[in-house]
């Protein structure tokens, strides 16, 4: 929240993958307004995405459900590329997660496990040789679909908001049928804004959004001062387009 508020930041969603953060007792520096959250990744036509939930119900009873099914499928993923690094003579990964204070294990999480055992000598090597498809550790995952996720956030209040469609790697013709498939879903909002995002895909996201009635959203999409291509609150503005559909125009937004 410091590094928010030095950034100039005025609005904090915290949304880390397929978890809920109790956020009561927190201490919000002035001018900051924290809006609860999460990001949960989901199925899409054999491919992984991710969706944003703002301003929702931590309490609810249905997406903590949710939240905890997708925590197992998390552990289940995990053990199952341990079971692969045993095959090859890598052991620990269990005992060195269970060591972290994290609460949602991700691949980065085994990236960095293997970094410190000097199986892989950085991040991105570890990625290339163990767990990308094709890596000898890599183990699909077998994620709900999107109109589960959707509708998970929604019960909670919540507005759903399908994160960084930029960096799927799809075709224009490919994204919007995400975009239409994420609509018909009851999806409200997409990002149009990120970081590291460049004018031309901004532009197309924008029009993409406005074309299907989605509410526009942004982000920073950070995750830790080592990833230099981002930083809280280092992302371009909506513009004017976007803005006359931002999210902060959405009925369920209560966020002064």
């Known amino acids: 929240m410091d590094r928010a508020v030095a950034n100039h930041v005025t609005h904090l969603a915290i949304t880390d993958h397929d978890c809920l953060l109790n956020c009561s007792g927190w201490k919000i520096p002035p001018g900051l307004t924290l809006v609860p959250g999460l990001e949960i990744s989901a199925g899409w036509r054999g491919m992984e995405i991710h969706i944003v939930g703002l301003g929702i119900d931590a309490e609810s009873t249905p997406l903590n459900d949710y939240v905890s099914r997708q925590q197992q499928l998390r552990r289940d993923r995990i053990v199952a590329m341990d079971k692969k690094l045993s095959g090859q003579n890598i052991s620990g990964l269990l005992e060195y997660l269970q060591s972290k204070p994290c609460i949602s294990w991700t691949r ?17 090597r570890a990625f290339k040789r163990f767990l990308r498809p094709g890596g000898s550790a890599f183990v699909a995952a077998q994620w709900p679909e999107m109109d589960e996720a959707i509708a998970a956030i929604q019960q ?15 075709t224009r013709s490919k994204l919007g049928r995400l975009m239409d498939d994420f609509q018909h879903s009851g999806g409200d909002a997409a990002e149009v804004s990120y970081g590291s995002i460049n004018p031309v895909q901004q532009s197309t996201l924008t029009t993409m959004v406005q074309e299907r009635g989605l509410y526009a959203s942004a982000g920073s999409d950070f995750h830790s001062a080592d990833r230099q291509w981002t930083d809280i609150g280092r992302f371009p503005g909506l513009g004017s387009a976007a803005t006359k559909n931002a999210i902060w125009a959405h009925p369920r937004w209560h966020f002064d």
Request: aromatic residues 6%; charged residues 15%; hydrophobic residues 50%.
């Open 156 to 170: 909670a209040s919540g507005i759903a908001v399908l994160a960084h469609p930029g960096r799927y790697g799809l």
């Open 108 to 124: 980065s999480h085994v990236a960095e496990f293997l970094v410190a055992e000097a199986h892989a000598k950085d991040m991105q």
